[in-house]
């Protein structure tokens, strides 16, 4: 099972970035897929999730109409558009693969954003 997460980097504050997660080594159809984030100091929190059975998505309110989750079942990809970055934005963002009723679990390495001038 592999989740490898890209996209990561600097950007000014106002800009964009774009990660991407690939998956591998799993059914990855049926699993809700996540993003989360860790900053420094701070404990890993949850940023978006989309559903495995109808794509249905949730934010953590900081980053509602700024952020969009999607993904592609065809080539095992998940997307996180990140808009109106913030200085607080800046973290390292985690791809997760959880069934919808629990049981397996999966995490990526992580990726770094940074959103600096």
């Known amino acids: 099972v592999q989740l490898v997460e890209s996209g990561g980097g600097l950007v000014q504050p106002g800009g964009s970035l774009r990660l991407s997660c690939a998956a591998s080594?799993?059914?990855?159809?049926?699993?809700?897929m996540k993003w989360y984030r860790q900053a420094p100091g701070k404990e890993r929190e949850f940023v978006a999730v989309?559903?495995?059975?109808?794509?249905?998505?949730m934010y953590r309110d900081s980053v509602k109409g700024r952020f969009t989750i999607s993904r592609d079942n065809a080539k095992n990809l998940v997307y996180l558009q990140m808009n109106s970055l913030k200085p607080e934005d800046t973290a390292v963002y985690f791809c997760n693969a959880i069934r919808p009723y629990g049981g397996d679990e999966y995490w990526g390495q992580g990726t770094q954003g940074t959103v600096s001038s």
């Open positions: 080594g799993f059914t990855f159809s049926s699993y809700n």
């Open positions: 989309i559903s495995s059975i109808n794509g249905v998505t």
